[in-house]
């Protein structure tokens, strides 16, 4: 039988798929299979979140499956860190699910040696009254000088890390409008 070059083509290159489908064969796709039934996040839905930690606000991808954070991984698509975390980042999952985690104000009165779960609405009413207290305590409307100065220096505001510009001007505002002249921003990286 004459062969002729194109058959000679057509064979080895069949037996050459031949091997190739029986070294992958229907054994090797089980385990692969087999794997994406057990994958942590399967029947999570998606949700990008922030890291809360600093200023670099790196965003993350996290899986929530009935009601709970299942996973929470670096997101590649962000361009500032592309899915790379610290070890506060790295430790969001674990911050979540904490037993530690509190969900509610404590307070600790003065003098007392026991912590009280108490409402926010509480909390900032609270904390209301003791600013303004503190601020019409220690207002001062001239210093030693005798120069108009209208401020207050016993209180001190540290801003957040998560505020934008336009949060941080309206922050300052109110502050600046109390009379508080210590302020400082936790934008520390
Ligand atoms: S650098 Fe770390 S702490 Fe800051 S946002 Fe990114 S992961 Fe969070």
Redesign the pocket.
Known sequence: MKVTRRDFMKVTGLGAVCIAFSQVGCAALKPVKTYAAKIKIQGAHEVISI?G??????HLICHVKDGKVISAEGDPGYPV?EGA??A???ATLAMINSDHRLFKPLYRAPYSDRWEEKSWDWILDRLAKRIKETRDRDFKQFNHKKEQVNRVESMFHLGSSQLDNEECAVVHQAIRALGVVHFDHQAR?
């Open positions: 890291c930690f600093c200023s670099v606000s790196c860190s975390l610290c506060k980042g790295a990286i």
